[in-house]
């Protein structure tokens, strides 16, 4: 059975179409109840006291006090609590947990807290506490820069992002035989279980958690929905009964994670025909009240800092810092997109400085195999950075319409970008992530704790074990993710899930095959009864890396693309209308064609929002625009015509040569779209380029029509 | 929201008299007010719905055979396909091409944009360049009142609780019509700054919305450009003239640069030959 390249029918497909697909606010249980958040009103301060100003009858309630073992969401560190107890670290921090069978009085309940108020910090650069510290030093920068001919410098800054996926947060715990099981549109369960553990204690072993139909996650389903599963079985625990919370919009914008804002400097030092001789970066990320995910976020992004370039004197300086906003967390491309955002438009900075073509300087310097990364990887074979900027360049007519638009205002800019695959250095080797294949009476069923989220897990884990066993798709079956049932095969985040997880079902499925012995899984089973094959990841061997001093072989491989667009500004309105956009990305190679497209059109459609329209606007440390009216995403008719590439260079250790794909597409737009403004004398640094902001930037001044 | 009291009404006459005897707020297509009913800011419980009445739906010409009648519950659908609103009104025209998407434009009424009140909604400036008069009727009888002179301030209109506004007139215009909408993106956006424009030979008329608490004319700008003076000398005196809002949507920095940026592409556009 081939199925391997070709775009076969969804496993989820007909579930979603047809309506039938069951979501968290879906789901109701005998006797079920609702949870709802009583959260911080300052960003910082303390707690003095808590009055309940309605008619508790009937109400469940709970506070800090309520904890049954441990008051912590179990993640890198143990700091952030599931209540506030005294202090308020963040505007929509959760102090209290009401749940009540009618919605209606349960929203209507009044809650009176009382605050000490104290001076919150906002600004990343004045905050005077950092969660991680990173320093990359490669070669020796201040000599490098002592000898260049020219140095070139530049801040850029990122704003935050909002995941909006189109289903909003929603858990139900629901007390059950022994222990308690937990519902809800998440992208990690085994990340949830761990949390729960943390809060329960010993005495409460027997808690599975099972992913529901999931409308979309981005990473904002990858830590806070361990916040809301606490919630949840707290009130479940204290009430005895089911308890669903779902957030609507406006406080699961408020409340939950957004992408680090983040401020990132180059120093640069250059020959006069462009070689690069020495970069020297700082990355500066806002983390929000809590660590979450911000030391991961910060690493990622630093290791990307340098961008697809070559350079034998590298320091990049890293920091994620306190502030008393609400915890930003993952992002599809985490950290990446700030920091090449910030490295493409310096390049583009430089050509225009040392008057060099902007493509000539970037082919000069980008990376090849052979070379050596800022961490000091030795790239493979399977590098495409001048594979992906000649093809785009070529299709595009680049150089030729830069310079007719030349007096228009019509541009066009492009940026050249890489994504590493999979978790950060010695991370897949420790995380041993295992998958497993079960035989079933008429074929076989994948259980793996990896979740749909919409971009198509399930079929293509069922088209390599299809390929690999070689029986028909439709034989093969993909469990729902639920803790106890599953293989843990680690979290579905960093585009891990086809290189990694896949990569572990491809060999259990070879296995699989050899115990078949030529039998088909029917009549396997029928003759011996069940059986299940369960392996273990292991990473390349050759993957050397060292989390002290940030060296060594950062991944195991790199996905590689050039975006290039051409926009056109309004000269009254500084408006500015995407027209074409050309995505040439290389990620191996495509397991199913239609559902990477989507992935690249996708990920281009919010890279795009995040450069000219997705501004989070905070006031006092609150996103003060928390609806979709005021937060606005790209339309249809906001979008270019797309022209999608996509290109092949095997990545050996990948399940059929496949790397990852979810984040790339996400870190080309910005820079992308901001070099092309350039082009119109917009000396923009940083996004989103609001019309508001492109109207202020020099040289739009005066009345430019 | 769980409980909704509501009653139909069958023709204008029993709508009016609902209103009178059980004090119920009017919902036309309900596509403000359900918002407002999500985000809890819907304070009356107590609706009418007054979508099946025919007779707010038409669209015509008065009996002098010039003022444009457009009923209030015309959608921006019933605007668009309309060949006397197109051939007279051409910029409302413009304005229902861009409101929301296509279910808000078959759902959405121009007597809900009106009496809503929202300084960005998109037919306002239109009204107000226009030089419209609004039709309002009670049990008490029936009064015109000139648009302009509709609203109180933010979200607040003359309207009196027991009044619909039956029908928008318009009077015949002279000169070429413009409208241009800036919104916070392609489709599906607020308003951040909107200009209708009439260039009337004698009386040029200039219209924002979502410049201020309410829809503006700019009545300085307008003798500036009718008594001859350069558009450099009118983009100064409207400069002057305007004091627009900050908000999440946008800046007055930005609001106060493109409103004078639209009045130079009105003026540049409609010049003479
Ligand atoms: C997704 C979306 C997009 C939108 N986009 C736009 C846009 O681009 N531009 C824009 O301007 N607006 C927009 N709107 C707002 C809204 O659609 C318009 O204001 C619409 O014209 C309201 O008309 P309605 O008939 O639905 O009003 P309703 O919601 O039915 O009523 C609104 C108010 O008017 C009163 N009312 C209605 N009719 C009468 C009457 N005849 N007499 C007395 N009182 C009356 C009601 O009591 C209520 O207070 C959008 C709304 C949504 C949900």
């Known amino acids: 059975m081939k199925a391997i390249g070709k775009s076969v029918s969804r496993k989820d497909g007909i579930g979603k179409a047809t309506g039938g697909a069951k979501y968290a606010d879906d789901i109701t249980f005998p006797g079920m109840i609702h949870g709802r958040t009583i959260r911080s009103t300052i960003p910082c301060g303390r707690v003095k006291s808590i009055k309940y100003d309605f008619d508790t009858t009937g109400f469940t309630i709970c506070d800090y006090r309520d904890v049954p073992s441990k008051n912590i969401v179990d993640l890198i560190e143990k700091d952030q609590p599931f209540l506030v107890e005294t202090e308020v670290k963040h505007m929509a921090e959760p102090i209290v947990l009401l749940a009540h069978e009618d919605k209606e009085k349960l929203h209507a309940a009044k809650v009176i807290i009382e605050y000490e108020e104290e001076t919150p910090v906002f600004d990343p650069e004045k905050s005077t506490l950092s969660f991680k510290d990173i320093d990359i030093i490669k070669g020796d920068v201040a000599k490098a820069l002592a000898s260049a001919d020219v140095i070139v410098e530049g801040t850029y800054r990122t704003g935050h992002q909002e995941h909006v996926y189109i289903e909003t947060n929603g858990l139900i715990a629901v007390p059950e035989e022994g222990g308690y099981a937990l519902y809800g549109s998440l992208q990690c369960p085994f990340y949830v279980i761990k949390a729960l553990r943390c809060l329960m204690g010993s005495a409460h072993p027997n808690i599975r958690v099972i992913q529901t139909e999931t409308g979309g996650g981005f990473g904002g389903k990858e830590e806070y929905p361990s916040m809301i599963a606490g919630h949840a079985l707290m009130l479940a625990h204290k009430s005895g009964r089911p308890v669903k919370i779902i957030y609507d919009r406006v406080e699961d914008m408020i409340a939950t994670t957004k992408r680090h804002p983040a401020i990132v400097k180059h120093r640069t030092g250059l020959k006069k025909d462009g070689t690069l001789v020495a970069m020297d970066i700082e990355v500066i990320l806002d983390g929000g009240a809590y660590v979450t995910l911000t030391p991961t976020v910060l690493s990622r992004g630093c290791i990307h800092a340098a961008g697809p370039y070559r350079c034998d004197n590298v320091r990049i300086r890293g920091h994620g810092m306190f502030t008393n906003t609400p915890p930003n967390g993952a992002f599809r491309g985490f950290g990446a997109p700030q920091t090449e955002f910030a490295v493409e438009v310096h390049m583009e900075r430089i050509a225009e400085q040392l008057k060099l073509d902007p493509v000539e300087l970037r082919r000069k310097n980008a990376l090849r195999a052979g070379d050596l990364t800022a961490t000091g990887q030795t790239l493979r074979e399977d590098t495409s950075a001048l594979m992906v900027l000649d093809e785009a360049v070529r299709r595009t007519d680049f150089s030729r319409k830069r310079k007719e638009y030349k007096g228009t205002n019509r541009a066009i800019g492009l940026a050249l970008f890489f994504h590493g695959a999979g978790f950060t250095g010695a991370g897949e080797r420790n995380l041993k992530s295992k998958a497993r294949i079960d035989l079933t009476e008429t074929g076989v069923r994948i259980a793996v704790g990896s979740t749909e989220i919409g971009q198509g897990t399930r079929t293509m884990h069922a088209q390599i074990v299809t390929e690999a066993l070689g029986i028909p798709y439709e034989t093969v079956e993909v469990a729902q993710p639920d803790t106890s049932r599953v293989a843990d095969s680690g979290p579905t985040v960093a585009s891990r899930t086809c290189m990694v997880v896949g990569k572990i079902l491809e060999e259990c499925a070879e296995e699989m095959k050899e115990k078949l012995g030529g039998m088909s899984p029917a009549d396997y089973f029928k003759k011996n009864g069940p059986l299940s094959i369960e392996r273990m990841y292991e990473p390349p061997d050759w993957i050397i890396w060292d989390d002290k001093t940030y060296l060594g072989d950062a991944y195991a491989t790199y996905g590689w693309g050039c975006d290039v667009i051409e926009l056109e500004l309004d000269p009254y309105t500084f408006e500015v209308k995407p027209i074409k956009m050309t995505a040439v990305q290389e990620f191996g190679r495509p397991i199913h064609p239609a559902l990477a497209r989507g992935q690249i059109e996708g990920g281009t459609a919010q890279g795009l929002g995040y450069a000219l329209l997705e501004n989070v606007v905070m006031r006092n440390g609150v996103m003060a625009n928390a609806q979709l009216t005021n937060y606005v995403i790209p339309t249809t008719l906001d979008m270019p015509e797309l022209d999608i590439v996509m290109m092949e260079n095997p990545y050996p250790g990948g399940p059929f040569g496949a790397k990852g794909l979810g984040e790339l597409p996400m870190d080309g737009p910005g820079p992308a779209v901001v070099n092309a403004l350039r082009q119109l004398g917009c000396d923009v640094r940083e996004i989103p380029a609001t019309p508001e902001h492109i109207a202020s930037c020099p040289k739009m001044n005066g009345s430019y029509a | ?273």
Do not use: C
């Open chain 2, 1 to 273: 929201m769980s409980e909704l009291d509501l009653r139909r009404a069958s023709s204008v006459d029993e709508a009016l008299t609902i209103m009178r005897d059980e004090g119920r707020t009017p919902i036309a297509g309900a596509t403000d007010l359900y918002v407002a009913a999500q985000f809890g800011t819907l304070v009356p419980r107590k609706l009418l719905d007054i979508w099946k009445l025919k007779e707010l739906r038409t669209i015509g010409t008065a009996a002098d055979g010039q003022t444009l009648v457009i009923g209030a519950l015309s959608t921006y659908t019933d605007l668009m396909q309309s060949a006397v609103v197109q051939d007279r009104l051409p910029m409302l025209v413009t304005a229902a091409r861009l409101v929301g998407g296509v279910q808000i434009q078959n759902r959405g009424t121009i007597g809900g944009n009106i009496v809503n009140g929202s300084p960005a909604g998109d037919t306002l400036p239109v009204f107000a360049a226009a030089d419209a008069v609004v039709v309002l009727r009670s049990l008490r009888g029936e009064r015109r009142v000139p648009f302009n002179e509709f609203y109180a301030g933010y979200r607040k209109t003359v309207i009196k609780p027991d009044e619909l506004l039956i029908a928008v007139e318009t009077p015949s215009i002279d000169g070429i019509q413009a409208f241009r909408k800036v919104g916070t993106r392609a489709a599906q956006a607020i308003s951040k700054i909107a200009m209708a424009a009439v260039r009337d030979p004698k009386r040029p008329r200039i219209a924002f919305g979502s410049l201020a608490a309410t829809v503006v004319r700019v009545p300085k700008t307008e003798a500036a450009l009718a008594s001859g003076n350069s558009i450099d000398e009118a983009a100064a005196v409207l400069e002057a003239e305007i004091n627009p809002i900050d908000d999440v949507r946008s800046t007055a920095v930005y609001r106060k640069r493109v409103a004078v940026n639209l009045l130079r592409w009105f003026w540049k556009e409609t010049a003479p030959a």
